[in-house]
């Protein structure tokens, strides 16, 4: 591929990467006027519609929910309510919303005989584009059976009156609109309606119906709480009698006054002889260890050394006056001998005081024996004693724990029992007294003005958005459209230069353009046009001219031919011109021009049948001349590709300044792309508006792949009209009239001379 072809695809992406506000307004500004038309079309029928719509008015009434009720007495419990809690108002919120509301109020303001509130009334007021459409739906309905049909039943009155309630119940709840202010207590009690006077009516029945329900609720609430109360205080009568009677009966029967001073009695006797025996059963051991150490067989001085011995008063005297003996004998015996008086009546005393103590021994030995029996004989009896006395305080403790048994059952029957005869008391109190949670701070006015719809609204919304619409079609239409409108087009989706446009001239469309429109007066914007594509393809070759012009376009009917002649006619103003015909497959010039069908031309030319002055035509009045395709070989490509056309082509290009040359289309067959092998230039003609850019790329890429040289686009058949509005082809024709200005300033100069 080519550095041009490149250059193109280069130039071909970083354009579709950028966002083109301004293509945007150029079509939004050609399609503006179908634009504004559908924006007013869409508006009016919006307008027609809403105007028909029966407008609603909305009443407004606000209800203060008290958080804390007036009390009478304590009774929260019975009706299970806490207003200090935050769902409390979230639960009268719901209420206010339910059906069992709407129900009310549609029985309070006999809503079922109210005709706005009948099935059939919203069908009666139906706009007619409504209407119409139900029509055709119960058509379709009816005129396709395997549709599902609906059965007609019939109804009895009692049912027909339950319809129309329900009905009317869900309008209402329809209608119906509850709001709750934020960070109050109040809340709005909003009712659409037709009538403005019914909204309000209805908006503050809804206030009062749900006072009303509440106090009702109240009130059968207290009732059910009272027969409640009542029945199971008959049952608690009658346990509390069963139970004072079994307690009575115990009394009688165990024959007791005050048993909890017996068992006390008991238990401190019980106490004191438990004390007893523990000191009994102490004396008793102490007893018994000593009367087995003295009946063990141990001799007196053996029974002298025991601790309870020794420890006796009567043994301790006898001790002390011995030890005394015992010193005045071993005194007087230092002095006197053992014969001495002295010491006799010393010895005598001495044994006196031995025997003594033996005797205090065997006296404590035998009241050992004695002290030990009394023990045993004490300790046996306490221990019965104690023994009964256990018995006999089991036996009141099961007595006492019968009584208990009985005493609570009746404490407990008793507390219950007045418990509930209390709260029935306050129960039935409190049904007397009827007080609200709620009342009505401001009763709903009737409002000055419908709520909906806002008609002027509705109106300018439906503009703003039919344009904004508008604006998205055109745009898509834009973007779907992949034909070529303007330089834009040429330059961001094909990538070629923009040489020229030829505008669109009325004629008849079964006809060709006639052939010497170029020399028209009254058409100067079309001769002009093709003026400025001869300027751009002089200006653009410049420094190396171009001699041979290729003339061709991607599918016939683009009007090649048209600008190959009108091309010829006005470089030939200039210099000598030849325009070759070497679409040998559907030839044009010759039928053009006037000429007979057997004028021989190129295709005889290179078959060598005639001559060059045989084959070429002047045309008299532009002055150019011409070569026909001649007569249609079966081979026309293998003609053109032949050395014989490419010496011909040398031959002609020595004898004119300038040869253009109409070639076939480029997506119908190959000769438009052998042909340019020996021309210096190819000009590429579209349709505006009408062929494919893919289908033009496709037939400009063969050219490129080529390596050959396309100078343009030639934009053919370009309404002036828009393009005036648009300004999207300024410089390509004469926009301000320049051209006829000068018309007319020679013919008025032709005049005064």
């Known amino acids: 591929m080519s550095a041009q072809s490149n ?140 549709l599902p049909q609906k059965e007609t039943v019939v109804l009895t009155e009692a049912q027909q009156l339950d319809a129309r309630k329900r009905y009317a119940t869900a309008k209402v709840m329809q209608a119906l609109e509850i709001n709750p202010l934020v960070n109050t207590q109040i809340v709005e009690i909003s009712f659409e309606h037709e009538d403005r006077q019914f909204a309000a009516l209805a908006a503050n029945a809804v206030g009062d119906v749900y006072i009303e329900n509440y106090l009702e609720s109240k009130l059968d609430m207290t009732t059910k709480a009272t027969t409640w109360l009542n029945e199971s205080l008959q049952g608690l009568r009658t346990k509390l009698s069963t139970a004072e009677k079994r307690l009575s009966e115990f009394y009688e029967t165990e024959k007791l006054v005050n048993i909890d001073g017996v068992v006390g009695l008991a238990a401190d006797e019980l106490q004191e002889l438990s004390q007893q025996l523990l000191s009994a059963q102490a004396a008793y051991n102490r007893a018994e260890t000593l009367y087995n150490q003295v009946n063990s067989g141990a001799t007196i001085s053996e029974l002298a050394d025991l601790p309870e011995v020794i420890n006796h008063p009567a043994v301790q005297n006898v001790k002390r006056e011995q030890i005394g003996a015992q010193s005045r004998v071993s005194e007087l015996n230092k002095v006197y001998g053992p014969k001495h008086p002295k010491m006799i009546a010393a010895q005598a005393e001495l044994r006196s005081i031995q025997d003594s103590l033996n005797d205090q021994i065997r006296s404590l030995v035998s009241g050992v024996n004695t002290e030990f029996s009394t023990a045993k004989l004490k300790l046996a009896a306490l221990k019965r004693e104690v023994n009964d006395n256990k018995e006999n305080f089991r036996s009141l403790t099961n007595l006492e724990s019968r009584h208990k048994a009985l005493q609570r059952e009746v404490d407990i029957n008793q507390q219950l029992y007045s418990s509930f005869f209390t709260r029935l008391n306050e129960t039935s109190e409190l049904g007397g007294f009827e007080s609200a949670n709620a009342r009505m701070l401001d009763l709903a006015v009737p409002p000055g003005g419908p709520f909906k719809p806002k008609k002027g609204l509705i109106i300018a919304a439906a503009f703003i958005v039919s344009l904004g619409f508008g604006v998205f079609l055109a745009i898509a239409m834009d973007a779907l459209n992949s034909g070529i409108r303007s330089v834009e087009d040429v330059e961001r989706k094909l990538g070629q230069r923009m040489l020229g446009l030829i505008p669109w001239e009325a004629h008849n469309k079964k006809k060709n353009l006639s052939i010497r429109h170029f020399f028209d007066g009254k058409r100067h914007t079309f001769s002009e046009a093709v003026r400025t594509l001869r300027t751009s393809l002089q200006l653009l070759n410049i420094d190396k001219p171009s001699k041979t012009i290729l003339v061709t376009s991607s599918v016939p009917k683009e009007g090649k031919s048209t600008v190959s002649i ?32 057997f004028q021989p031309g190129i295709a005889n030319l290179i078959a060598g049948t005639h001559t060059l002055e045989e084959c070429i035509v002047t045309d008299e009045m532009s002055g150019i001349d011409l070569i026909c395709a001649g007569t249609v070989p079966p081979n026309p490509q293998e003609l053109l590709a032949s050395d014989s056309f490419k010496v011909l082509m040398q031959d002609l290009k020595g004898r004119y300044e300038h040869i253009i040359v109409d070639s076939a289309p480029t997506q119908a067959v190959s000769d438009a792309i052998v042909v340019s092998k020996v021309c210096d230039s190819v000009v590429y003609v579209v349709k505006a508006d009408s062929t494919s850019d893919k289908l033009i790329t496709s037939g400009l890429s063969r050219f490129l792949q080529m390596g050959h040289r396309v100078d343009g686009v030639v934009l053919n058949q370009v309404d002036l009209r828009k393009a005036k509005k648009h300004g999207e082809y300024t410089g390509f024709y004469d926009q301000y009239g320049y051209h006829s200005y000068n018309t007319d300033m020679k013919a008025e100069n032709s005049k005064q001379s």
Do not use: C
């Open 566 to 597: 009108n091309l010829a006619f006005a470089i030939g103003q200039l210099s000598k011109v030849l325009l070759i015909d070497t679409d040998l497959r559907r030839p044009t010039l010759a039928s053009q021009f006037g000429l007979p069908g």
């Open 7 to 146: 250059g193109q695809l280069e130039a071909k992406l970083l354009s579709s990467e950028m966002i083109d506000l301004g293509h945007y307004w150029q079509t939004i500004r050609r399609y503006l006027w179908r634009i504004i038309s559908l924006a007013v079309f869409i508006t009016v029928l919006v307008a027609l519609i809403v105007m028909s719509i029966t407008p609603e008015y909305k009443a407004t009434a606000k209800l203060l929910i008290e958080s804390n009720q007036a009390k009478v007495l304590s009774i929260e419990e019975v009706y299970g309510l806490d207003s200090s809690r935050k769902e409390y108002f979230q639960t009268q919120y719901e209420i206010l919303k339910s059906r069992q509301i709407a129900e009310k109020v549609v029985e309070k303001l006999k809503l079922y005989e109210n005709p706005t509130f009948a099935p059939g009334y919203a069908d009666s007021q139906a706009n007619f584009i409504s209407k119409q459409l139900a029509a055709i739906k119960a058509s379709a309905i009816s005129a396709l059976p395997f």
